[in-house]
């Protein structure tokens, strides 16, 4: 087994994830959110002028879409937020995971050669 | 013209349109929602990637639904407003026949239909009420199908109305295109006639009272008014005529049977006879159900009659003044 398999063993499991996807996706999320923002102003925009119940009933449907897409919009905010939080703490845990077995095997080497010197 | 529906169409079809280009803007927006943007993540932030993902993605397909609805609901009310304002165009009217099988004036269908249809499409008669307020013209017929049928009646016929406080309304007898071969143009001048008539309907029924002019106007010529009316005109138009002419062919008759005396006692009998005979026949012909659905031809009846009861006066006149 190498000193790199058996650091591995020693540092645990990686954590799963590909933080540079989840960053990448957290970006493209957050773009469609600036987009579906823009298009629920112009869906509160496009209201019919004129008077009557017909085109009040449509200025108030248009209204209430307008606000359930940017609550849609809110929603998906919060959840690019989280993935790209989610992607920062999983790329730091993930670094940590890098470093530990980086550290373990070069311990695991030092004390090979060590014991090799003292055994020649 | 005052029987327009003042409804601003433009602004329905201008509202339509703002509808729509809010709808497609909002579908590149559903284009970049899948479910690939959860790739990557740990299971509990893709969950709710994937829930807020699929929670826009139903906002957006919602919205635009409702867009679209709202679009053609106005769209359908321009179309509707033009055609009842009689500036429909053929695109209009195919637009209409698309709707539904009674949703449009289309070849093949009833006046009832037409009319049936309009009201189904709400439309709104603002300038036939007190207050100028709209009212749905299903509302504003009644909503009955007796009244709206009555009211294609009216629309399909001749209105003669007599009535204390409501003068006689001559207008020429309507043919409202009922063939299966629609000309559009035509049918437009009969709906801009129709509201013309309205108009003048209403006018003539103000001494009936503020509201609801029109439904008081329609109840003024009810069926058993109508026809009751129509036989009367009719028995008095036919007696008129009757008596004129029995008069005339009496005297003529006892002038040479009885010279003067007896073309008095002939012009009596004659008349008499005669008024008889053309009430009768006056009653029956009013009665008749294509004469009585053409009650402007009865007007016109009745004037022949006076008339022909005037030149038979004065024939008469004449023979007398000849005879002594």
């Known amino acids: 087994m190498s000193f790199h398999a058996q650091a591995m063993a020693m540092c645990g499991a990686k954590p799963p994830g590909n933080p540079d996807l989840m960053i990448e996706n957290a970006g493209r999320i957050l773009s469609i959110v600036a987009e579906l923002e823009s298009q629920a102003s112009a869906v509160a925009g496009a209201k019919v002028a004129g008077a009557g119940a017909a085109v009040s009933a449509a200025n108030a449907g248009t209204a209430s879409d307008a606000a359930k897409l940017r609550s849609a919009a809110s929603a998906l905010q919060s959840a690019g937020s989280s993935l790209r939080s989610a992607a920062a703490k999983l790329k730091t845990e993930q670094d940590a995971w890098e470093r530990c077995v980086k550290t373990r095997a070069g311990q695991l080497e030092h004390e090979f050669r060590r014991a090799q010197a003292a055994g020649s | ?324």
């Open chain 2, 1 to 324: 013209m005052s029987g327009r529906i003042s409804v601003d169409d433009a602004a329905f079809d201008g509202g339509a349109r703002k509808l729509r280009s809010a709808k497609s803007g909002l579908a590149s927006v559903q284009g970049q929602l899948n479910d690939g943007l959860a790739a990557g993540a740990p299971p509990a932030v893709s969950g709710q990637v994937r829930a807020a993902v699929a929670s826009a993605r139903a906002a957006v397909a919602g919205a635009q639904r409702r867009l679209e609805t709202r679009a053609a609901e106005l769209t359908r009310r321009a179309v509707a407003t033009r055609v009842a304002n009689g500036e429909g165009t053929e695109r209009d009217y195919a637009a209409m026949l698309k709707w539904g099988p009674t949703a449009g004036p289309g070849p093949g269908r009833s006046l009832e239909d037409r009319l049936r249809a309009l009201g189904e499409l709400g439309l709104v008669v603002p300038d036939y009420t007190p207050g100028g307020q709209p009212v749905p013209m299903k509302d504003w017929m009644g909503g009955s199908e007796k009244l709206l049928l009555k009211w294609a009646e009216i629309w399909n016929t001749h209105t003669f109305m007599r009535k204390p406080g409501v003068k006689a309304l001559g207008i020429s007898r309507r043919k409202a295109v009922l063939s299966s071969q629609v000309n559009w143009a035509n049918l437009n001048r009969e709906i801009k006639s129709h509201q013309a008539l309205v108009s003048k309907l209403n006018r003539f029924a103000q001494p009936l009272g503020p509201a609801g002019k029109v439904i008081d106007v329609i109840s003024v010529v009810s069926a058993k008014g109508t026809r009751e009316r129509t036989t009367a005109i009719g028995a008095a138009g036919g007696g008129m005529a009757g008596l004129a002419v029995g008069a005339k062919g009496g005297a003529a008759i006892g002038l040479m049977v009885g010279g003067p005396m007896g073309a008095i006692i002939g012009a009596g009998l004659g008349g008499a006879i005669g008024a008889t005979i053309g009430g009768a026949l006056g009653k029956k012909i009013a009665n008749w159900k294509p004469v009585r659905a053409v009650a402007d031809t009865i007007s016109d009846g009745i004037d022949g009659g006076k008339k022909a009861v005037s030149s038979a006066t004065s024939n008469v006149k004449k023979a007398w003044k000849k005879l002594f």
